[in-house]
């Protein structure tokens, strides 16, 4: 049997909040629940048994310092097709250096090779026939978003599945703390 599998740093109650009060006023837009907002540093897919068990055993491997991260400006994916909303990061290297030990940790449990940019964000909504000219009047009003600064002192495996409601259910599995 398979899971679907991704890492990535929960968010805080206190980070949530502003995110949570940035959620409306946009046609198309199916806002996520507090219980999804989360910062995924590498989305592993269908894994079966003996490789969540490798990757499980490779990212308790990972080691590397707390740090902070702070959340700033909003984008979309899908350009002339938007459908999904998200809060972006201020350039931290910490958060790349860990993204790429994630990755690695990957590798060596024998997946393959993400083949997607890492670009760190925070998915505020996914979107449904969303007009472009909207959806850029929204984020260009939260270009000037940031956060307090989020202590990031570990980060998680999460299970993934699919719902036919509006959210789909995201459960951490294991917890991995940085030093």
């Keep these: 049997m398979s899971q679907r ?3 990535a740093i929960g968010l805080p109650d206190a980070a949530c909040e502003p995110l949570l009060a940035l959620q409306s006023g946009l046609p198309g837009a199916s806002w996520r629940p507090r219980e ?3 910062l995924t540093l590498r989305f592993f897919g269908d894994v079966d048994e003996r490789q969540a068990e490798d990757l499980s055993f490779e990212l308790a491997r990972v080691t590397a310092p707390a740090f902070d991260l702070t959340l700033k400006g909003a984008g979309w994916f899908g350009r002339l ?3 999904a909303l998200w809060i972006g990061v201020d350039e931290n290297p910490a958060l790349l250096a860990l993204q790429g030990k994630c990755e690695r940790a990957a590798r060596r449990a024998g997946l393959a090779p993400e083949q ?3 670009l760190p964000h925070v998915t505020l909504a996914y979107l449904d ?3 472009v000219d909207k959806l850029a009047g929204f984020t260009q009003g939260l270009g000037t978003f940031r956060s307090e600064p989020i202590r990031v002192t570990g980060f998680s495996l999460y ?4 719902t036919r409601g509006e959210a789909n259910i995201y459960e951490p599995v294991t917890r991995y703390p940085l030093d």
């Design 81 to 83: 097709e938007p459908h």
């Design 129 to 131: 026939k969303t007009p």
């Design 116 to 118: 997607r940019n890492f």
């Design 5 to 7: 599998l991704f890492a």
């Design 36 to 38: 999804n907002l989360h």
């Design 159 to 162: 299970a993934s599945w699919l």
